[in-house]
């Protein structure tokens, strides 16, 4: 990071194929298209190239700070209405579509899935942060510039949520 | 919290680690990190300075030291000698002279 702050392209380079799986994968997620998931990493990638210096190390980690970035870039592009709504298409790409699993897993999965796609977006972006990114409730607090208690809300929030939602299992 | 409860709470647990599993999303596309790197904008003179500057704290304070000995180094190439610094001397020997001379007046002899 030291390098890229001082303009030092091989070193961005690595530091963009160790991170953008991580990356893209979140903003598929939070945006549920793959185009608008690839303008969001590339804004991402492009603010790190001109902010480098303003990363600092001891005070948040990097792939928090990364994930910061990108989810500010995710609700500016919302706010602009730039994003699909929650009725439009969703990506092929996120279905939750796993050859392992019974018709009836399988149909759970997908019940869940549209669960989790009509959740109000600061509820959906903590659940995923902290279930899908292994980031910890403090560190998605810092990515959404929230507090740890919110976020534990909105977690606490979008569980009950998809609970009540859930078909009666069979156990 | 009753049976029921929990049994959700682990259907859920365990429907939400298979569904958000990372590992079952596609990479991001190799097009795209090409992309990424080829339209990097050039870092304008500002932005290198700054991010130079910040590297390190020793960059920092060197920054803010270098005006104050480029001061300095100003003032005292440029010292010449002042040429009414001689006058001062001649002043101070006559105030010197005066004070004297009035410290000797007794009182009442002023006037």
Redesign the interface.
Known sequence: MLAVRNGDQEAFAVLVRRHINSLYKYALRLSRCATQAEDLVQETWLAVWKSAHRFSPGQVRLTTWLHRILHNKFVDAHRRNKLVNDSDVIDAQIDPYRPDLDAEQQQQLEHLQVQIDRLPTRQRAALLLTCAQGLSNSEAAQVMGQSRRAVESLLARARRTLKTSMPEQKV | MSNQDD???R??DE????????R??????AH??Q???A???P?TPL??I???L??SPWRTAMAATLPILLGFSLGFSGYVADPDAVNLDVEAIVFADNLGDYLNTEVGDEF
């Open positions: 049994e959700q709470n259907a859920l429907q939400l680690g298979m569904l958000l599993d990372n079952a999303l596609p990479p991001a596309p795209l990190t992309r990424i790197l339209n990097l904008p870092r932005e290198s700054a991010g130079w910040q590297t």
